[in-house]
């Protein structure tokens, strides 16, 4: 399913469906996501929108950075117009009505209308069966409206309703784990995916759209306003976070088969990701290191049952 | 291929199935639907007859009418027929999607089984959702009986399909006292039927991967506004092929309608303006109402959204009194047919007419011939008093103390 993996060159010489023209802010992980999905298969692509990042910064009236059909309807329902139109699709090509390759079908959202606002429609999605692969650009918050927390935002993150402060560490609750929730609707193909990790994002990708059924990609899409990092550093900040695990690279076929694509050979500490990111620079304050202490414990705990996981083959 | 379904020449349809019937006749490509009550039959007849072969399209059983609507905008986007059903609560929440679906100009047919919004819950009939989708761009139809539940089905594919329309349409139908009454029904057959409604044409489909299309762009204070206007000012001059699809149904069917369509009106004094199944009884009650030396007639509108305000000021030009009945909560105003009505009246200097509004049958009340007579009664005399002889806005078989307003 996955043999033939573009490799970087042949990647390079796709076809550009996704014009440089666009108003995404500079270092901005997802337009890399974008090119990522609509480069790493040859033939037709279909795409759903949610509000977000992407709808207000590539389809601005009269102009349109989409070389590919595209729709967008409001913040919670990309997945359900993707969704729709896969019906269409079914049904017009039973009737002899459409007549070309079969298309895939995508849908795109932030972590916003991902984890929180349009989980349900995903869900119900997902749930039908629907053949799409849906796409979700983690950047961990809701920046296309300045900076809010999402079900997405870690805990001890500063936001703007969130913020830390003379007494608090910003962002109490922690990440919510949507691949297991995917994984758990009975998906056949779900993973996570970092753009700093070419290749496996490449391969799972592929192997996204090439499987029959609702598949879920969690791409990690480093911010530079939010996450407040200089622009020309996006792909080392993405580096961090999967060398310190906290964005370990995995994936489970089935609703249940996990497997690791990434071990970093020297793991990282949380700090040396922490601690480049204005998010978090208020951790280091004494009274709120122990919460450093906490992200620390969750990720090796995480860690260790991910790898539990996959040696039990559960 | 979906198998013919043979139909007798009468058949006996609640307005739930007669629709259900004209959605399978216009071969509809996808409908995404949830159920609610009193729409609900129309989305389970149409399973029953995907089940027995009698349609070839996609049925999506969605989670919520938000996912229905959303699920109809994306299939009607991607290029073919499209259609739904809801009532109440259930548009409420579609709402958000309706104006998607209007400012990008997707044609679906909605069914809308009109019902009353809660608090508190409510399943019986009222306009009140009829109402909520006044000011959401699509076109809004109404029917009176379950033929004409049928009739504007097919009618509402033409109009909406039509290249120089390209706007979705609502079909109203009166919750339970429509949609669950059964009634003699002439159908056209099913290869008639679809002769009628017509192949539809496709307009930068989504899955033309030759020609790709973005749909849902964002605008600003650039160019928001003349994109709305564009919509208003297409849907405002639907009115010509919405009047020429109603004549090519007539010449088909024998069954006329007008945007507005007046019931003794030749030589009224006094006249009501409903929606509904009202409209029927209004008819019945004017009958008694002349019998009693009281000249009274019935206006009603088809075609609430685009507006026929010409149509209805020439029929009631030569009335001294005229009662709009609304049949939904004003909530601090007076009904929305007296406002639109009154307003369509004014334009017409001549005119002298005196008005009154009559609130009634919230959440399935009944509206009586009692209460109609009684309201013809109350018009004569604002006839012959020459002024008007109560409070503008009445609440009509309210218990308790009366309701009136100025």
Redesign the interface.
């Known amino acids: 399913m996955t043999k033939d993996v573009k490799n970087l060159k042949q990647f390079s010489k796709s076809a550009e469906k996704f014009e440089g023209a666009n108003l995404l802010c500079p270092g901005c992980a997802h337009g890399m996501i974008i090119r990522e999905v609509l480069n790493s298969v040859d033939g037709h692509i279909l795409i759903g929108n949610s509000t977000g990042c992407i709808e207000v910064s590539t389809a601005v009236y009269p102009y349109t950075s989409w070389d590919v059909p595209w729709i967008h309807i409001g913040f919670e329902n990309g997945s359900t117009a993707v969704a729709g139109a896969e019906a269409m699709y079914k049904a017009l090509k039973r009737k002899g009505k459409y007549q070309g390759e079969k298309p895939r079908f995508v849908a795109f959202g932030g972590d916003g209308a991902t984890y929180d606002i349009g989980f349900q429609w995903i869900s119900g999605c997902f749930e039908r069966g629907h053949d799409f692969t849906y796409v979700c650009f983690d950047n961990e918050v809701y920046a296309n409206t300045g900076g809010q927390r999402s079900g997405s935002t870690p805990l001890g993150s500063s936001t703007s309703t969130t913020p830390a402060g003379r007494v608090s560490y910003g962002k109490k609750e922690k990440k919510k784990d949507l691949l297991a929730i995917m994984a758990a609707h009975g998906s056949p193909y779900v993973a996570q995916v970092a753009p700093n990790k070419w290749k496996d994002m490449n391969k799972k990708i592929k192997t996204a759209l090439d499987t029959e059924g609702p598949t879920f990609i969690n791409a990690l899409s480093a911010c530079t306003t939010e996450w407040r990092f200089d622009c020309n550093n996006t792909v080392e900040m993405m580096d961090l976070a999967v060398d310190s695990l906290v964005f370990p690279l995995y994936e489970i076929v089935n609703g249940h088969e996990l497997r690791i694509t990434y071990r970093p050979k020297n793991i990282i500490p949380v700090r040396d990701y922490l601690g480049v990111q204005g998010r978090f620079k208020h951790l280091f304050k004494p009274e709120n290191e122990h919460i450093i202490e906490q992200i620390q414990k969750d990720v090796d705990k995480k860690w260790e049952m991910l790898q539990k996981r996959e040696e039990a083959g559960v | 291929m979906a198998s013919k379904y043979e139909l007798s020449k009468i058949e006996v349809w609640d307005g739930n199935m007669a629709a259900s019937h004209a959605l399978r006749q216009a071969q509809i490509?996808?409908v995404?639907a949830y159920p609610i009550t009193p729409s609900t039959p129309i989305v389970q007849n149409y399973g029953k007859f995907l089940s027995d072969g009698y349609i070839?399209?996609?049925f999506?059983?969605?989670?919520?009418e938000?996912?229905a609507m959303?699920?109809?905008?994306?299939?009607?986007?991607?290029?073919?027929r499209?259609a739904t059903a809801t009532s109440s609560q259930g548009f409420a929440l579609m709402i958000?999607?309706m104006y998607?679906a209007s400012g990008m100009r997707v044609p679906i047919v909605l069914n809308l089984v009109n019902r009353a919004l809660a608090a508190p819950l409510n399943v019986n009939g009222d306009h009140s959702d009829m109402y909520l989708s006044r000011d959401c761009g699509w076109i809004n139809l109404c029917t009176y009986n379950p033929q004409e539940a049928y009739d504007f089905n097919l009618m509402a594919f033409r109009i909406s399909e039509d290249m120089r329309v390209r706007i979705p349409t609502i079909v109203n139908q009166d919750g339970f006292i429509c949609s669950h009454t059964a009634q003699n029904v002439q159908p056209l057959s099913d290869d008639e039927a679809y002769a009628f409604v017509g192949e539809y044409k496709t307009k930068n489909a989504?899955?033309?991967?030759s020609k790709?299309?973005?749909?849902?762009?964002?605008?600003?204070e650039d160019?928001h506004f003349e994109?709305k206007a564009q919509l208003h000012h297409d849907l405002m001059n639907s009115v010509g092929v919405i009047e020429e699809v109603f004549e090519e149904f007539a010449k088909l069917t024998g069954r006329k309608y007008s945007l507005v369509e007046s019931y003794d009106m030749s030589d009224a004094e006094v006249a009501i303006v409903a929606l509904g199944t009202t409209v029927e009884s209004a008819r019945v009650a004017a009958k008694s109402a002349r019998e009693k030396g009281i000249r009274a007639g019935v206006v009603s509108i088809r075609s609430l959204r685009p507006f026929p305000y010409k149509q209805v000021a020439e029929a009631l030009q030569n009335c001294k009194a005229v009662a709009m009945l609304d049949r939904s909560l004003p909530a601090g105003a007076m009904g929305m047919l007296f406002n639109e009505v009154g307003v369509a009246l004014l334009q017409n200097a001549q005119n002298k007419a005196i008005l009154s509004n009559y609130i009634y049958g919230l959440g399935g009340r009944d509206m009586t011939q009692e209460a109609l007579l009684n309201i013809y009664h109350e018009l004569n005399e604002n006839a012959k008093a020459g002024k008007l002889t109560h409070e503008t806005q009445q609440f009509v078989g309210l218990r308790g103390k009366k309701m009136a307003f100025n």
């Open positions: 490509d996808v995404a070839d399209g996609e999506v059983m969605v989670e919520s938000h996912a959303s699920a109809c905008v994306g299939a009607a986007a991607a290029g073919g499209v958000e999607v998607q989504l899955l033309d991967f790709p299309a973005t749909y849902g762009a964002q605008t600003e160019w994109h």
